[in-house]
C-alpha cells in the first residue's frame, strides 16, 4: 500500500498502456453525488497489474484510502487546479 507522503511519486507499476477502465466524476461531484461505491465496485473488478484511472476536481483523500483498504496502490497526478487524475493499481 501506498504511504500519503508518496501520492505524488509516479511508481514502477504506473503506465498508460494498462489503464484498463477510466471514470471521470467532475460532473458526478458538481451534482452533489460521490462515486466511491462506482470506483469500489470498478477497482474489485481489475486484474492484478491493471489501473483504474479517476478524474476529480480535487485529490479525493478518503476515497483513495478506502482503495487502497481494498488491496490497490494509487498515484495521484494534479493537470490544474481543477482537474486532478488518480491512478489505481491492481497489486
Not at 507522503?5 to 458526478?28: C, H, K, V
Not at 483523500?61 to 487546479?81: R, T, Y
Request: aromatic share 8%; with cysteine.
Amino acid at each position: 500500500m501506498s504511504s500519503n507522503s508518496n501520492l505524488y511519486e509516479q511508481p514502477a507499476w504506473y503506465s498508460t498502456s494498462e489503464i484498463s477502465d477510466m471514470l471521470d466524476a467532475r460532473e458526478t461531484l458538481q451534482a452533489g453525488q460521490h462515486p466511491l461505491a462506482e470506483v469500489l465496485t470498478r477497482t474489485s473488478l481489475l486484474q492484478t497489474g491493471q489501473i483504474f484511472k479517476l478524474i476529480t476536481p480535487f485529490t479525493p483523500m478518503p476515497l483513495i484510502e478506502k482503495v487502497q483498504d481494498q488491496g490497490c496502490e494509487a498515484f495521484v497526478q494534479k493537470i490544474n487546479d481543477s482537474e486532478i487524475h488518480t491512478y489505481f493499481c491492481k497489486k
